[in-house]
């Protein structure tokens, strides 16, 4: 069993930064993918970010490119989201989770969810 437990959120203003940590439990974080999710008020979760075992491969949503940057530090068992260039639309609750089978740019696979942290851009 795997636990995940995200920190880092809270509430900014646009134009400005967050970074989300990601906690994992056990001892096989370094062996699976990671990714970042998100859900606003009334709508889909949503993909923001992946990042394989190595951090060798990256993926990030179109709406989000230039602006986060996804990294993990294995011997911390660590994933982190820094967010830069915060816009009103990036507000939402931000989950991160694992995927076994490799990195995935859909919610289809991840096998393990933390519980979610708040991130509000204010103008």
């Known amino acids: 069993q795997v636990q995940l437990v995200e920190s880092g959120g809270g509430l900014v203003q646009a134009g400005g930064s967050l970074r989300l940590s990601c906690a994992a439990s056990?001892?096989?974080?370094?062996?699976?993918?990671m990714g970042w999710f998100r859900q606003a008020p009334g709508k889909e979760r949503e993909f923001v970010a992946t990042?394989?075992?190595?951090?060798?491969?990256?993926y990030y949503a179109d709406s989000v490119k230039g602006r986060f940057t996804i990294s993990r530090d294995n011997a911390k068992n660590t994933v982190y989201l820094q967010m830069n260039s915060l816009e009103l639309e990036d507000t939402a609750v931000y989950y991160c989770a694992l995927r076994r089978a490799g990195v995935g740019l859909t919610r289809v696979g991840y096998d393990y969810w933390g519980q979610g942290t708040q991130v509000t851009v204010s103008s």
């Open positions: 056990g001892r096989t974080f370094s062996s699976y993918a």
């Open positions: 990042i394989s075992w190595s951090g060798g491969t990256i």
